[in-house]
Nanobody
């Protein structure tokens, strides 16, 4: 069974940066396709980024307050870790951020992911 632990969240001013980490254990990490989601208070869980096992496919959402161009997903398979570099942060990025292992279906839907971490909170002040 895959276990995922996120870290790196915190309080940052608008325009600042944070790098989130997601450490995985159990199984062969390089075969996992991974995603990042976020959930703001009172809102549904929202897709943020996706990366395939070899990092050959990377997706970001094109809708809403898009993170494309500001966030970057990457992975280090030797360290069993996936990262989310977040730059030019906005107050609207405030949320709990989760990493998850993709299983099947649309990469944009949380139901397509099997295993989830506990989340790390990001708060962006204006």
């Amino acid at each position: 069974q895959v276990q995922l632990v996120e870290s790196g969240g915190g309080l940052v001013q608008a325009g600042g940066s944070l790098r989130l980490s997601c450490a995985a254990s159990g199984g062969t990490f390089s075969s996992y396709t991974m995603g990042w989601f976020r959930q703001a208070p009172g809102k549904e869980r929202e897709f943020v980024a996706y990366i395939s096992g070899s990092a050959g496919r990377i997706y970001y959402p094109d809708y809403g307050d898009s993170v494309k161009g500001r966030f970057a997903i990457s992975r280090d398979n030797a360290k069993n870790t996936v990262y989310l570099q977040m730059n030019s942060l906005k107050p609207s990025d405030t949320a709990v951020y989760f990493c998850a292992e993709y299983r099947r279906g649309s990469v944009y839907y949380a139901t397509s992911y099997d295993y989830w971490g506990q989340g790390t909170r990001v708060t962006v002040s204006s």
